[in-house]
């Protein structure tokens, strides 16, 4: 029993029809009316469910297509006995009641048939005609595009050759600048080969110059990097630079390369010694070198608990390099010009203590100090050891 039956209505009954009836038979069938009757009470279930599925459009489309599919699996076939009594009533081919073609329609038939295979012939020559002639047509502008690629990759190739010899030339005639400017204009690939190949060749002639002590040359070509935003130097080419610049008297400058070191490698002790160095020779400023001096020989005391440990008062001299002795023996020089004779010479002991042998302007120094703090038998016998090894004249070239 389909829904539309539970309801009583038709199958094409429409939305006002079906709440209708649904009406009727609800105050028909309500429990409070069949007072406890079970088979009416599952009939308003069956009716109640029934008006939820017609009652929504979507729901009642699905409901009639699995109705309409259910209706035709469940229709009833011919027998095989039906079936086979059908072929028999069938007509044969050569019947008397077979119907009979004059000669007329049958020719009529065959000019018909005979105008279709040619309208088919002409419609097939006329696609095929389209499809070669599209396939030409492609080919053709595919044989033109090439064309215009090949020519246009022969202009690239030979705008690339002329600017590479323009670039080349001004390199050999100094001009850097212009060089960079004509390699930039090629595209972007030839351009960034090209503009590393000429940063490798300047930064190696600033090198090769460099070694040669030619540091005014030097100095100029690695200017030119620095100019450019795309290269970074490493911390080898710039120290380089900063000995190019104190080599020329630009000692600004040269304490800029050192600070930049600073703020990308971090603290190194050589560097604060450096920067030390080059402000007292530039500027005369003893009391920010002696930070500097300071700085340095705080970064060498945890170098040293980190390589020879805490206890390392007693290590040995022998594989210290020299820079960490100057490092002491200038901040106690550093010290002493600032009459800070103490500190002084405790930075000379550790200057002493660091240099493989006796150092002369060492013991020269500490020997002051011991004369300026009272020690004056100590002093004498210092400065008198210093003069035998010739450290009045290392002082004096000082």
């Avoid at 030979?158 to 090629?186: C, H, P, V």
């Avoid at 020989?297 to 608990?305: A, G, P, R």
Wanted: aromatic share 10%; charged share 30%; proline share 3%.
């Amino acid at each position: 029993m389909s829904l539309y039956d539970v309801l009583g209505v038709s199958a094409n009954a429409d939305q006002s029809q079906i709440k209708r009836q649904f009406r009727k038979l609800a105050l028909q069938l309500h429990p409070d009316k069949t007072r406890g009757n079970k088979v009416l009470e599952e009939r308003f279930k069956r009716v109640n469910e029934a008006y939820q599925v017609l009652s929504d459009p979507v729901r009642r489309r699905n409901y009639d297509f699995r109705l309409s599919y259910t209706n035709y699996q469940t229709r009833p076939q011919p027998s095989k006995k039906r079936e086979s009594k059908q072929k028999k009533q069938e007509p044969k081919p050569n019947a008397p009641h077979q119907t009979q073609y004059t000669e007329e329609q049958k020719r009529q038939w065959e000019q018909r048939r005979a105008r279709n295979i040619k309208r088919q012939d002409r419609k097939f020559i006329r696609n095929l005609s389209v499809t070669v002639g599209s396939v030409l047509f492609l080919a053709m502008i595919g044989v033109v595009n090439g064309e215009i690629h090949n020519r246009e990759e022969e202009e690239r190739e030979m705008r690339f050759t002329k600017a590479q010899w323009t670039a080349d030339s001004l390199q050999l005639a100094g001009n850097y600048e212009d060089a960079y400017y004509i390699l930039d204009t090629l595209p972007r690939g030839y351009s960034h080969f090209e503009t590393k190949r000429l940063d490798k060749r300047i930064l190696d002639l600033a090198t090769a110059e460099y070694h040669n002590e030619e540091y005014s040359t030097a100095r100029k070509l690695f200017e030119v990097l620095i100019g450019r935003p795309e290269l970074k130097l490493d911390n080898e080419h710039i120290e380089m630079l900063s000995t190019c610049y104190e080599k020329t008297g630009d000692y600004q400058r040269a304490m800029h390369c050192f600070w930049r070191l600073i703020m990308e490698k971090g603290d190194e002790y050589q560097y604060y010694y450096h920067l030390a160095r080059l402000t007292r020779l530039h500027s005369q400023d003893l009391e920010q070198a002696s930070e500097h001096y300071q700085k340095a020989s705080e970064l060498l005391d945890k170098l040293y608990i980190a390589r020879f440990g805490r206890g390392y008062l007693s290590f040995s001299n022998k594989h210290i390099p020299l820079i960490e002795h100057q490092v002491f023996f200038e901040k106690g020089k550093t010290l002493y010009d600032l009459g800070n004779y103490a500190d002084a010479k405790e930075a000379l002991v550790w200057a002493k203590i660091t240099f493989k042998g006796d150092h002369a302007p060492t013991l020269h120094y500490l020997g002051l100090c011991h004369q300026k703090l009272g020690n004056r038998a100590k002093g004498d016998q210092l400065i008198k050891k210093a003069s035998q090894l010739g450290g009045l004249e290392t002082v004096n070239a000082l």
